[in-house]
């Protein structure tokens, strides 16, 4: 069985301060991960996505996640958080199909 | 390109009607999922499709919804009879299926009331 864990419902930061969106995961083989935000009366939008290879990924707007197999994580990150990240973040784990997590409120404050 | 596009992007009905949301994917892609997301159960994989055939539907509530995909323009997931408890927003997303790094993009969302 696949699943897809968030643990945190909300994480607040402050402006400028870097950031961090915890994903945990559970899939067979190997794993297809990937970030999306929502902003508010939107759909999903992609960020990026862990296939194969380097652990560090690079996606959109300034956004990063690492991925740790040894601990089953994909967190995402950002250096330097801004006030228009504040949005909904969901991790997803593709396996037999998507199953996306519960997400994450990102609350950052000027 | 457009993106995906759903209408309406806003329904409002009242209990025992029928609804229908409708999809248009982006030209190429050959997956269509339809999603329901709410607060308290967040976002939830309804049916997908896979080259206009439906694949896993384990996620559709009950015989009151169905999806179609005539072609490869065009999907429409229907209520009947519709429920308070469908009041939800309804995304319909599309990719396209290279092995299994299918990178999804979604639509607006239909938000629907029914009283």
């Known amino acids: 069985a696949q699943s897809v864990a968030q643990p945190e419902d909300q994480v607040n930061v402050a402006e400028g301060n870097p950031l961090t969106v915890k994903c945990t995961y559970s899939?067979?083989?190997?794993?297809?991960l990937f970030w999306y935000v929502q902003y508010p009366n939107r759909g999903l939008q992609f960020l990026l996505k862990?296939?194969?290879?380097?652990?560090l990924v690079k996606g959109s707007y300034g956004f990063e996640a690492e991925f740790n197999k040894s601990q089953t994580s994909f967190h995402l990150k950002k250096p330097s958080a801004l006030v228009s990240d504040s949005a909904l973040y969901f991790c997803?784990?593709?396996?037999?199909?998507?199953?996306f997590g519960a997400g994450t409120r990102l609350f950052v404050k000027a | 390109d457009a993106g995906v596009i759903q209408s309406p992007r806003h329904e409002v009905t009242e209990m025992g009607q029928e609804v229908t949301l409708r999809c248009k994917p982006i030209?190429?892609?050959?997956?269509l999922f339809w999603y329901r997301q709410t607060m308290m159960r967040g976002l939830e994989l309804l049916i997908y499709?896979?080259?206009?055939?439906?694949?896993?539907d384990s996620g559709m509530p009950e015989d009151r919804f169905s999806a179609k995909m005539p072609n490869a323009s065009f999907s429409t997931l229907k209520i009947q009879p519709s429920e308070p408890r469908d009041s939800a927003v309804y995304f319909c997303?599309?990719?396209?299926?290279?092995?299994?790094?299918?990178?999804?993009?979604f639509g607006p969302g239909t938000r629907l009331t029914v009283l």
């Open positions: 499709f896979n080259n206009n055939v439906p694949i896993d």
């Open positions: 862990y296939i194969t290879g380097d652990n």
């Open positions: 997803a784990v593709r396996g037999f199909k998507t199953i």
């Open positions: 899939v067979s083989g190997n794993p297809y």
């Open positions: 030209s190429g892609h050959n997956s």
């Open positions: 997303a599309t990719a396209y299926r290279e092995g299994s790094t299918d990178t999804q993009y």
